[in-house]
């Protein structure tokens, strides 16, 4: 399978060095961060843009850790997936074929593009 295996190409150095450089920037800019949250005190409060599962965490290190630790356990989920992938094909011949037909509508929104099936 062309994904999976284009998965194994990336996750053996590109994301192994993704994670290594949000350590490194975190320890870099600490100081940095610690002031931004010391003028604006939002660690640790809700606010409508953050998960629920982050909002408890009171400081920029905690919130570099967890995602570090968010990034390294979606790495393995994916590694168990496309390894099974591998192993087991999906069958992608439908016992009973049908014709679907799909039209798309590209639009300019002010510098992103829009896309949605009509």
Request: net charge negative; aromatic share 10%.
């Amino acid at each position: 399978m062309i994904v999976a295996e284009r998965w194994n190409e990336i996750n053996d150095n590109q994301v192994t060095n993704m994670i290594a450089e949000i350590d490194k920037l975190a320890t870099t800019y600490q100081q940095d961060f610690d002031r931004n949250f010391d003028r604006h005190q939002i660690l640790g409060t809700e606010m409508w843009r953050n998960s629920p599962s982050v909002q408890h965490i009171e400081t920029f290190s905690g919130q570099a850790d967890f995602l570090v630790n968010w990034l390294e356990t979606r790495v393995e989920w994916l590694d168990d997936y496309f390894d099974q992938l591998i192993e087991e094909p999906l069958d992608l011949e439908p016992e009973n074929p049908t014709t679907v037909s799909l039209r798309s509508h590209v639009q300019d929104m002010g510098g992103r593009i829009g896309f949605k099936l009509v």
